[in-house]
Each structure stands twice: as structure tokens, then as C-alpha cells.
């Protein structure tokens, strides 16, 4: 099946870009948050380029949903490059107190020369970035201990920044998350699209569930089959329409004349995958 690119840069990422690059040097390091089930996908190299020099820690979000071999695997790798990263889960509160301890190792120099001129009560400012929908919002709400920032799950609700108290001793300015101007890699696209960083409303969500359907085959054919009770007979060798074709009929999703319902499948495959009732899934390996 011929799909087409997917692209998204709406206009208020452009000026987000700008914020950023005048509110740097306001703050003592910055938090970049993605997505535990596509790290890859989910880092913007736009940030890279604009954080180069200032302090960070990369912490890897929703990491319940994530496949829990993957999200070791993924912080070993980002470790390896030399880059402090912390796995988080904003819903049990686990890592919070890791991420504490991560930001005092990056600002370690920093923390001793305040304390060298007495100035130890001093907090530090970090920004907290990443791209939509990849839990800006419930992190902050962890980290200030009640809501503090709107949270909704859909991406492009934070349009300002702002400046929010946190329990650990940051004061964090929060902004609106930013895609890049263009995917260089198509499967880049399909991962922003299948977790939910782009809005459902600008896609053919029936295409991004039948590209799903396909990924799920390759990264986690047990789960995908166990789930949607397909036997490997039934599933092996089936391209992307056809894969979602069966679902519709495993799970009755039928219309007049026995056609199935694409827009209910592909509703109701989209949500089981982005609620892990399909399983801990991470669609890219380090």
C-alpha cells in the first residue's frame, strides 16, 4: 500500500523555536523529555543544534507503556554517548527522585560555585522541552507536587511558556512542544503519528492504523496476535490493508453487506496500542 509522507509544522512550533532560543540563557540547564516507545523519533535534533553547551537530562517518558527490556537498553545506549538520561512514569512516580539526582550531577560545578559564595538556598532554572503530547505537562505536575500545567492527551495544548515551582529545588519553564520542519526519515513520521504526537484530526488514521498493524508484526507479533486472537497461519505474509482488514472482522467490526468498519478499527486499534492494552511496546531498538 502507497502511503504518503507524513508532515506537520504548524505555525506556532516556529515561534516556539524562537522562545527557546531567547529564554536559554535565562535557565541552568534543560530537561528534554521522549517518548520511551520511539526515543529516536521522539528527539528533535532542531533542540540538539539550539542546546549545544547548555546542561541536559534526557528523560525517557511514559516508560509503563514501553517494552521494559528497550527502556534499559535505551538508557544503557544514551550512557554510552555520554548523555545523563533518567526513565520516568509521571502516573507511579518512579525515577522522579533519579531525575533529582541526575540534575545535580550536570549542574555539579555550578552547585559548588554557589556554595563557595554562600548562595546555597539558590534554585536552578531548568526549560523543559520536547515534542507534543510526550507528557511535558504530567511531569511538571509530578515534579510540583499537584496541577500546575494543563494536561490533556493530545499534543499542542501548552501554547505558552511558563514559569512553574517544582519539590526537588528547580524552578521549570515549560514550552510548547515543537516537531521539526520536515522528516528526513519516513518512519519517523509513522512513530510520531501511531503514539500520538500528531494531531489525529490533520491524518488519515486509517492509514497510520494499517501501517500500525504492519510495525506491530514485526516488533511484537505475539502481543498483536494474542491480542486480536490471530493465528500466525491467518496473519504471516499479510500486507498492511489485509492485517487490518482481519482485525475489523476478528473483533465484529462490520457494517452492512459484511464490509468492515475502518473508522471504528482503526479508532479502537490507535487507542489499545497508545494505552498498552495491546502490551509494552517500543517500536524502535537502540
Not at 511531569?139 to 512553574?164: D, M
Not at 510548547?176 to 520536515?182: A, C, E, S, T
Request: with cysteine.
Amino acid at each position: 500500500m502507497a502511503t504518503n509522507p507524513i508532515q506537520w509544522f504548524p505555525g506556532h512550533m516556529a515561534k516556539t523555536r524562537r522562545m527557546m532560543a531567547e529564554c536559554l540563557p535565562q535557565v541552568d540547564l534543560v530537561l528534554e523529555l521522549i517518548d520511551a516507545r520511539i526515543p529516536r523519533s521522539s528527539r528533535n535534533p532542531e533542540i540538539d543544534k539550539m542546546l549545544a553547551g547548555k546542561p541536559r537530562v534526557t528523560v525517557m517518558t511514559k516508560a509503563s507503556l514501553a517494552n521494559p527490556e528497550l527502556n534499559r537498553a535505551w538508557v544503557d545506549y544514551y550512557k554510552r554517548g555520554g548523555q545523563e538520561t533518567v526513565l520516568t512514569d509521571v502516573i507511579t512516580g518512579s525515577g522522579i527522585q533519579e531525575l533529582s539526582r541526575a540534575v545535580e550531577r550536570v549542574c555539579a560545578e555550578k552547585l559548588e560555585r554557589w556554595q563557595s559564595k554562600g548562595m546555597e538556598g539558590r534554585k536552578l532554572k531548568a526549560m523543559i522541552v520536547g515534542i507534543p503530547n510526550v507528557g511535558k505537562s504530567s511531569l511538571i505536575n509530578r515534579l510540583a507536587g499537584g496541577k500546575k500545567a494543563k494536561v490533556e492527551n493530545r499534543p499542542g495544548v501548552t501554547v505558552n511558556k511558563q514559569w512553574i515551582p517544582t519539590e526537588i529545588g528547580l524552578d521549570l519553564l515549560d514550552m510548547p512542544g515543537v516537531l521539526w520542519p520536515r522528516f528526513e526519515d519516513e518512519a519517523i513520521g509513522q512513530n510520531l503519528a501511531m503514539t500520538g504526537a500528531i494531531r489525529d484530526q490533520i491524518l488519515d488514521t486509517e492509514e497510520v492504523a494499517m501501517l500500525l498493524c504492519a510495525r506491530l508484526m514485526e516488533v511484537a507479533p505475539n502481543e498483536f496476535m494474542g491480542r486480536y486472537k490471530l493465528t500466525r497461519e491467518e496473519a504471516e505474509g499479510l500486507d498492511s490493508y489485509d492485517l487490518f482488514e482481519l482485525v475489523g472482522r476478528k473483533r465484529g467490526f462490520l457494517i452492512s453487506g459484511g464490509e468492515v468498519n475502518h473508522e471504528r478499527t482503526a479508532n479502537m486499534l490507535l487507542e489499545e496500542f497508545r494505552s498498552a492494552k495491546i502490551g509494552r511496546i517500543t517500536l524502535e531498538m537502540p
